[in-house]
């Protein structure tokens, strides 16, 4: 059974930092798309960013030059650094994790699986 668990979010003032965390149990990342989302109330699920299954990756334009997604094989575990954070990035952060490559050229992650969600709160 694939489990994902995020950690890391909470509130903080924009400019500052935060890094989250995705641990994953019964899966390994490095195979398949794996990344993360955000998703606000009101609103749809919106990808943030992914490393495919040929390593390539997409981050959003939105947070372009201060987000960082990188990946820990030691620790099993996907990781978002978020610098300058500002008030729009608010929301729910999942990680994704997929189970197949997609069959046709895919940004984004088809989302196999998901995590439970950490809420990332910035302040102005």
């Known amino acids: 059974q694939v489990q994902l668990v995020e950690s890391g979010g909470g509130s903080v003032q924009a400019g500052e930092s935060l890094t989250l965390s995705c641990a994953a149990s019964g899966y390994t990342f490095g195979a398949y798309c794996r990344g993360w989302y955000r998703q606000v109330p009101g609103k749809e699920r919106e990808g943030i960013a992914v490393?495919?299954?040929?390593?390539?990756?997409t981050v959003a334009t939105s947070v372009k030059g201060r987000f960082t997604i990188s990946q820990d094989n030691a620790a099993n575990t996907l990781v978002l650094q978020m610098n300058d954070l500002k008030p729009e990035d608010t929301g729910m952060y999942y990680c994704?994790?997929?189970?197949?490559?997609?069959?046709?050229?895919?940004?984004?992650?088809?989302?196999?699986?998901w995590g439970q969600g950490t809420q990332v709160t910035v302040s102005s």
């Open positions: 490393i495919d299954s040929n390593g390539r990756i």
């Open positions: 994704a994790a997929d189970s197949r490559r997609p069959f046709a050229f895919a940004t984004w992650c088809l989302g196999s699986h």
